[in-house]
């Protein structure tokens, strides 16, 4: 009877369960950054604005747009707090205290019981953290809400070690770049549903709270279809087809057949290849945190654009980057398959486009003082271009260990996240007055830690497996028999 069902829901199931999972994960990273983001909008609303008197190129005037009234109604202003810019760059940062926390034992338990549960009660408890967020800042004012950030970053800490580590049993090599872009692409399509969403619920309300009740909601609704649709792997899967399942079988191999007992790690820590990812990741999140936690603010305080406008403004570079990305991770893959470079070298060129290229469009954009049609189009070039991290350096932990891939990414995706402590809170000292000049300092800083980390991951990168992947094999045989099973599944398809 039971094989009876499987069979009916693996013909209902015209999609292959490789790219169910892909979907699920897209809206798991969807729904992390809704509830991570939804603040960096809800706190210009939070905060009691000050008028500043000091020297230097202040902010620009107050733009004629179509909509230019801002949410100033009595509910809202009974619920704002007298945060000075410091204050808020410590609220910004403090999710990424506890981020950091629960990357290396989010990979762990993701290799040994699969990623399922492990991604999943992440992002549920941070759904119940952001649905208790009015009632926490009620109680506690800052310091409330700083500790239930830190608890947030708890939760979400497994996500992306979790997922790496389901990708390494679901994504073939032909396939990786499209469903690793499509996946951590989600980044993306939270960071606008976060900002749009939050403008517009905000305007219409007149209230900050029902932002954290709807992104709350959408993250208790998101692991219900979780918990009901996606496994751990191909072999645990209920009603995946037979043909899906040989075709995974033979372009990766059997995962758990094929992985040491024991996690090498003085192999794993004396990996350049895998230190200069390290490098790269701290790159790209400097800059990308720089520009996720802070546009709304630079839009609000230095451009004087209302909710509702820096809602939408702040949407749209992150919907360019989701498409961007998307065709940079096709582009990749082409690349790839058709052997114009070799998987080591698209991933340094991928991952230069997306680090020189936001970083001098950063710095240009705050340069062009306030034309808020070129800062605009500057910043959505910035973070256009910066999709292209994801079939670069983004996927490169699958190619240097499909055993370990959780245990990578919590460390590579674990040190990264300290510059999201750093940056938010940087910012908040480096631009008090939000003077122009203030804001030139901070993307400078951007620019130099751009190039810099490219430079070191373009000299010691790598996109061939580690022979530590595979402690049992010689390092070339590793290799060899990695490269066999790619070309058999291709000659499958």
Do not use: E
């Given at each position: 009877m039971l094989k009876g069902w499987q069979l009916i829901l693996s013909k209902l199931f015209i999609i292959p369960q490789r790219w169910v999972m892909a979907v699920m994960g897209f809206l798991a990273v969807a729904n992390a950054y809704t509830m991570r983001v939804c603040l960096n909008i809800a706190i210009t609303q939070m905060v009691?604005?000050?008028?500043?008197?000091?020297?230097?190129?202040?902010?620009?005037?107050?733009?004629?747009?179509?909509?230019?009234?801002?949410v100033t109604s009595d509910a809202i202003t009974e619920l704002q707090y007298d945060w000075d810019e410091p204050t808020q760059g410590l609220i910004l940062s403090s999710f990424y205290y506890g981020y950091i926390v629960t990357h290396l034992p989010g990979g762990l338990l993701a290799e040994r019981f699969g990623g399922k549960y492990s991604l999943g009660f992440g992002v549920l408890s941070t759904a119940v953290f952001t649905l208790l967020t009015p009632w926490t800042v009620k109680i506690g004012e800052a310091k409330g809400l700083i500790v239930l950030r830190v608890l947030e970053g708890l939760g979400e800490g497994t996500t992306f070690p979790a997922l790496n580590a389901m990708l390494a049993r679901w994504a073939p090599i032909s396939e990786r770049g499209r469903m690793g872009s499509l996946v951590f692409g989600g980044a993306q399509i939270g960071n606008i549903a976060g900002t749009y969403l939050s403008g517009l619920v905000m305007k219409n309300t007149g209230d900050w709270q029902p932002v954290f009740y709807l992104f709350g909601a959408l993250g208790l609704l998101w692991f219900i279809l979780w918990a009901l649709l996606c496994y751990n792997d191909p072999e645990s899967h209920p009603f995946i087809s037979d043909k899906e399942k040989k075709y995974l079988e033979e372009a990766l191999g059997t995962h758990r057949s094929s992985q040491p007992s024991a996690i090498p790690w003085k192999a794993i820590f004396m990996s350049v290849p895998l230190w200069a990812l390290v490098c790269a990741q701290i790159g790209h999140d400097y800059g990308y945190f720089t520009m996720v936690t802070d546009l709304p603010k630079y839009m609000t305080g230095v451009l004087k654009f209302d909710i509702h406008s820096t809602g939408y403004l702040s949407a749209l570079p992150y919907a360019v980057m989701w498409v961007c990305s998307i065709f940079f991770g096709y582009v990749c893959d082409k690349i790839v398959k058709k052997n114009w470079m070799t998987v080591t070298n698209a991933r340094k060129t991928f991952t230069t486009v997306a680090s020189v290229g936001p970083g001098i469009c950063m710095v240009?954009?705050?340069?062009?003082?306030?034309?808020?049609?070129?800062?605009?189009?500057?910043?959505?070039?910035?973070?256009?271009?910066?999709?292209?991290f994801y079939p670069g350096m983004k996927v490169n932990a699958l190619d240097l260990s499909n055993n370990y891939a959780g245990t990578i990414m919590a460390i590579v995706n674990g040190i990264g996240a300290v510059a999201g402590i750093i940056a938010p809170y940087l910012v908040g000292l480096l631009t008090t007055n939000n003077t122009l000049e203030q804001w030139h300092i901070v993307f400078w800083i951007a620019l130099v830690v751009f190039i810099v980390t490219n430079l070191v991951f373009v000299a010691w990168a790598s996109g061939d497996e580690q022979w530590w992947n595979s402690t049992s094999q010689d390092p070339k045989k590793a290799q060899e028999a990695n490269v066999n099973r790619s070309i058999n599944a291709e000659i499958k398809l």
């Open positions: 009691r604005h000050r008028s500043h008197t000091s020297g230097g190129q202040g902010g620009c005037p107050v733009p004629n747009l179509n909509d230019t009234h801002s240009l954009a705050s340069y062009s003082g306030c034309d808020t049609t070129t800062v605009i189009i500057l910043f959505t070039a910035s973070m256009g271009l910066m999709g292209a």
